[in-house]
Nanobody, 129 residues
């Protein structure tokens, strides 16, 4: 029902920056809270950042806050993750995810992967010197 495609990953040195993009298909992008998750080899998928439907509420993991910024452009059906001051431990496959929200008003983004309805294919981020 909703297709998500991530882009922008790559190899970056510690302390560097990357901006990830997630393009969504369909006409209902503004009905979804959006999240970014990441998964390193041998580890479970973990929450990185999320944003509400209209962009009025953002949430960050302790490991990303102060360094990462999530934003969205509903006119372009796109969510972004600006990553600054990258560390080797940020190395992972990064996934964007969509959580359909039917309630009116601001609904805070969810934090668990199981609470999201749709997922992209992921984009690799490698932080290494």
């Amino acid at each position: 029902q909703v297709q998500l495609v991530e882009s922008g990953g790559g190899l970056v040195q510690p302390g560097g920056s990357l901006r990830l993009s997630c393009a969504a298909s369909g006409r209902t992008f503004s009905s979804y809270n959006m999240g970014w998750f990441r998964q390193a080899p041998g580890k479970e998928r973990e929450f990185a950042a999320a944003i509400s439907r209209g962009g009025g509420s953002t949430t960050y993991a302790d490991s990303t806050k102060g360094r990462f910024t999530i934003s969205r452009d509903n006119a372009k059906n796109t969510v972004y993750l600006q990553m600054n001051s990258l560390k080797p431990e940020d190395t992972a496959v990064y996934y964007c995810a969509a959580d359909f929200v039917s309630r009116l008003g601001l609904v805070a983004p969810k934090l668990r992967p199981s609470e999201y309805d749709y997922w992209g294919q992921g984009t690799q981020v490698t932080v290494s010197s």
